[in-house]
């Protein structure tokens, strides 16, 4: 199935995840300021510095994906979702086991926040199977389903409660596609370039495969961040999606 997000060039679907502290954050945003659209901040950067990170991306002109996974009672989700929404985030995340009410709750945190701002309302993303998990992972967790069977149950969750779409290994991305329709976010990491490293991740493709099985929107972290040459490591992934031949010899 086609998605509503592919008219947006895919270099500028590309999420640079930002695992990292403060100095090294800002540098490596402002070695990738007019290259990469979206920044990823997640628990480590943000508990260390607060919403001033978000803004400071903000004023660098980046799209922030806010990935602090909300799992609690929907009242405080509630909440986090509405202050997260005033931070300046387009992008905030919860773990779909929280289920329907609770989701439903940081929706609409989220509507809360951007009605007294006048903004727009941020996506919002529920987390299925951390991509970090196997099927055996999975399994002593008390799950009985195989994991392509749980990511759906999960999504068909995250759809009933309203919100924007959910994060998913780019390995169910297409399952997801044909069952939350062309205008869901769905966001993948475990996404690395032909011949990186896995590193900690189970679930993994490519960033063309990615974008070909359905994701919205890829993560990109090591292979970028920890790159000697982090805006050249952007670049060749830009080129592969756009088909470019790669100035390397």
């Excluded at 660098?60 to 009242?75: A, E």
């Excluded at 986090?80 to 931070?87: D, F, G, Q």
């Excluded at 976010?185 to 011949?195: E, H, K, L, M």
Aim: aromatic share 4%; net charge negative; charged share 20%.
């Amino acid at each position: 199935m086609l998605n509503a997000f592919e008219e947006t060039p895919a270099r500028d679907r590309v999420i640079v995840a930002l695992d990292c502290g403060i100095d090294e954050a800002f540098d490596l945003a402002d070695r990738l300021q007019g290259k990469a659209t979206w920044m990823k901040i997640g628990m480590t950067l943000f508990y260390a510095n607060g919403p001033d990170v978000v803004r400071a991306l903000k004023e660098r002109g980046f799209k922030v994906f806010l990935d602090l996974k909300f799992h609690d009672i929907p009242h405080q989700v509630e909440g986090a979702a509405y202050a997260a929404a005033n931070s300046g985030a387009d992008m905030l995340t919860m773990h779909t086991v929280g289920g329907i009410d609770m989701m439903a709750a940081a929706q609409r945190g989220a509507e809360r926040a951007a009605a007294e701002s006048g903004g727009a309302v941020p996506a919002t993303l529920g987390i299925t199977v951390l991509t970090s998990m196997n099927d055996a992972a999975l399994a002593e967790t008390g799950v009985s389903r195989a994991m392509a069977d749980q990511v759906v149950v999960l999504a068909e969750q995250a759809k009933r409660a309203g919100i924007s779409g959910v994060v998913a290994s780019p390995q169910e991305a297409a399952r997801l596609r044909e069952i939350l329709g062309p205008d869901a976010y769905i966001v993948t990491p475990g996404v690395r370039p032909a011949g990186s490293a896995k590193g900690d991740q189970s679930r993994v493709a490519t960033p063309a495969e990615a974008f070909a099985n359905g994701a919205s929107h890829i993560v990109v972290g090591r292979p970028i961040t920890q790159a000697d040459d982090p805006a050249a490591a952007f670049e060749a992934i830009a080129i592969e999606l756009e088909g470019r031949p790669s100035l390397k010899a």
